[in-house]
């Protein structure tokens, strides 16, 4: 790390520090600040988010349209502490959680943890769960249908609710 005052650091050593501040962020933020740097021209600035509940949780994200994480959670304390770094770290017009229905005890649980902890807005669907995990012998090693299943499930349509937080609901 580079210990300069402003008066005498140069413009490129404060470039520096602007990276290495960068490097202190989860690797999916930083995937998604690339993508965002990039200036890709896509028309939608969204962060969508598809969560498939269960015993292993599946997550998939896109932002502008590119998957730049899929995982598995057994928690969903760990869970719900991604989402909202995730959330806070990437600007977007719109932040969508899609969650499926096949499990509304963990998908309830989630958005009300969603809802306590994270201090800002965004949408939820429900998504019709239906059909999105393959039945394929042996394909489940390491969680890969259930991050499949989020995937499908982040690129479905449900019905949208707005999420306030609860210091501007009270």
Request: hydrophobic share 40%.
């Amino acid at each position: 790390m580079i210990l300069t005052t402003q008066k005498e650091a140069p413009k490129k050593c404060e470039k520096i520090l602007f990276h290495e501040d960068i490097l202190e962020y989860h690797p999916t933020v930083i995937r998604g600040l690339m993508i965002q740097k990039l200036n890709f021209t896509f028309e939608e600035n969204d962060l969508v988010l598809g969560v498939d509940p269960g015993q292993r949780i599946g997550l998939s994200i896109f932002y502008y349209g590119i998957e730049i994480e899929s995982s598995v959670y057994t928690s969903i304390e760990k869970l719900v502490f991604h989402i909202i770094g995730i959330f806070g770290g990437l600007r977007a017009k719109r932040k969508i959680l899609k969650i499926g229905d096949g499990n509304m005890e963990i998908s309830k649980q989630i958005v009300t943890m969603l809802n306590l902890k994270f201090c800002s807005s965004f949408q939820l669907e429900f998504v019709d769960e239906r059909k999105t995990s393959l039945k394929i012998k042996n394909f489940n090693q390491r969680g890969k249908r259930d991050m499949l299943s989020a995937k499908y499930i982040s690129q479905r349509e449900g019905y949208r609710h707005s999420i306030l937080p609860l210091s501007i609901t009270g």
